[in-house]
């Protein structure tokens, strides 16, 4: 495995690979890799020729008082992990390479930027979608890979992706659980013992939604009510947002039926945690 540092190089390798006639499978990462980052760059070594993995923890997405101080990082750890699944290119920019002094664009995603993790995080999809298209150029890709825990950052570089013509295709991939059912996140770094045993609270009711559902509920306030209650009764959790929505606007929805996206943030101690289930209504 190749490692990159220097925009231009990475650039000229994917220029090289194109006119080689070769795909690139591309998988954005914050590094601190887990299995479902694995999953993501496994998937992309199947349907490509050339995979890059970018490993750049982005300070545009992170607001004041965040953090991306703290934000776990192991990059010698990340670079075995990366190539175990074959991956050629680990590129890793440097900060003042991505943002040199007198950088004036960004990117901004309308609409569906403002609710859920954009109420909560303001700026924060800006700076996901400034990065990911500067890396798109960079990187050249026809395929990039994103894990669906992150739903509306999947939805909102879907979005920028047909606004502004990419030719290339945007993958998700579904979330990779630890056997409890937690969802893998660099940040359950983070989590105590304890605050674990209460992270389990989040996928226990997203499926006690869905069981909800199965015996004829069909009330969004009262499966909301069920999943707030089977959240903040763990201790150490404090509930940032809960909603039930429609998986392709993030509009609150007032009856269920079809699919309905059912996304969570919480706090458990100092982590902020998210999930999602897309729940099937029959
Ligand atoms: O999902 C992430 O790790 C980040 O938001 C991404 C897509 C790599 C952009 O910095």
Not at 46 to 75: C, I, K, W
Not at 115 to 127: A, D, I, N, Q, V
Not at 135 to 162: E, S
């Amino acid at each position: 495995m190749e490692r990159i540092v220097e925009i231009q190089d990475m650039i000229a390798a994917a220029r090289r690979a194109r006119r080689e006639g070769k795909t690139i499978g591309f998988v954005p990462t914050m590094g601190y890799f887990h299995d479902g980052h694995l999953r993501l760059m496994t998937r992309a070594r199947q349907e490509s020729d050339l995979v890059v993995v970018s490993l750049f923890v982005n300070p545009t997405q992170f607001g004041p008082g965040e953090d991306l101080a703290s934000y776990p990082r192991d990059p010698e750890g990340d670079a075995a992990k990366a190539a175990s699944v074959g991956v050629d290119v680990l590129f890793c920019p440097r900060a003042e390479d991505m943002y040199p002094p007198g950088s004036r664009t960004s990117v901004h995603v309308e609409g569906i930027t403002d609710k859920l993790c954009g109420e909560s995080r303001p700026g924060h999809f800006r700076g996901v979608a400034t990065v990911v298209g500067k890396l798109f150029h960079i990187v050249q890709p026809q395929r990039a890979y994103f894990g669906l825990k992150d739903y509306q950052q999947f939805l909102v570089i879907k979005r920028m992706v047909a606004d502004l013509n990419w030719d290339l295709e945007v993958v998700g991939v579904e979330t990779v659980r630890d056997p409890d059912g937690v969802a893998m996140s660099s940040r359950n770094v983070y989590l105590s013992p304890r605050q674990r045993q209460s992270a389990l609270s989040l996928n226990r009711s997203l499926r006690r939604a869905q069981e909800l559902i199965d015996e004829g509920e069909r009330r969004p306030e009262t499966i909301l009510a069920v999943v707030k209650e089977m959240i903040s009764q763990q201790p150490q959790v404090r509930i940032d947002y809960v909603v039930l929505c429609d998986p392709e606007t993030l509009e609150e929805v007032s009856l269920l039926q079809g699919d309905t996206l059912l996304a969570l943030a919480a706090f458990v101690g100092k982590s902020r945690l998210i999930d999602n289930a897309v729940l099937s209504v029959p």
